[in-house]
């Protein structure tokens, strides 16, 4: 079973590393082709228009190669038997950031060859995300201005709290004094 589930990863990841592949390449081509159509007036586009398209581009193809790396399989030359499925690049973490970055980016390529160079402000949203993650994670709860469970359970005393049936029969066996049960001090 763990090998049909190294297979399944593979076939996946396999998937996953042609549509990166022609992920960086398409919005490229679709940038210039739109650019061509809708914004003639713009060719050869500005300095800074480049500028701004290698400065996210660089980053882009960084994080594909980063991908094509973890996500390779590896085959035995010989047989073509599946030696290692590479990780799992549906994983949620890292890997979904990375891929959700790549997305931000072609987006503003291929937007900004149709209707124009403002819409890199769009990529703000990168930084803007990785920001309230940092704070909500990690300096929030440092600095105990996070609004976390134990905050909303001092705050609302009187809402019951919620208890699966197991623990509620355990609780009633407790009670009655059974001796199965050891009582745990609050």
Known sequence: MAHGAAKRIALQN?????????????????????RLLFRRSSLPPSKGSLALYVVTYLPALFLSRYLERMGTTRRDPTTG?????????????????????????????????????WVWWFYLVIPSYAAYKLWSNFIGPMLGWSRGASSQAAEGGGEKETVSKRQEKLRKRSERGDPRIRSVRK
């Open 14 to 34: 396999e998937q996953a590393l042609r549509n990166l592949r022609l992920g960086m390449f398409i919005p490229t081509l679709l940038s210039a082709v739109f």
């Open 81 to 117: 038997a599946l030696i290692s499925p590479g990780e799992d690049l549906n994983q949620p973490g890292v890997t979904e950031w990375c891929f959700d970055i790549l997305y931000v980016t072609w987006a503003c390529q291929i937007s900004s060859g149709a209707f124009g160079d």
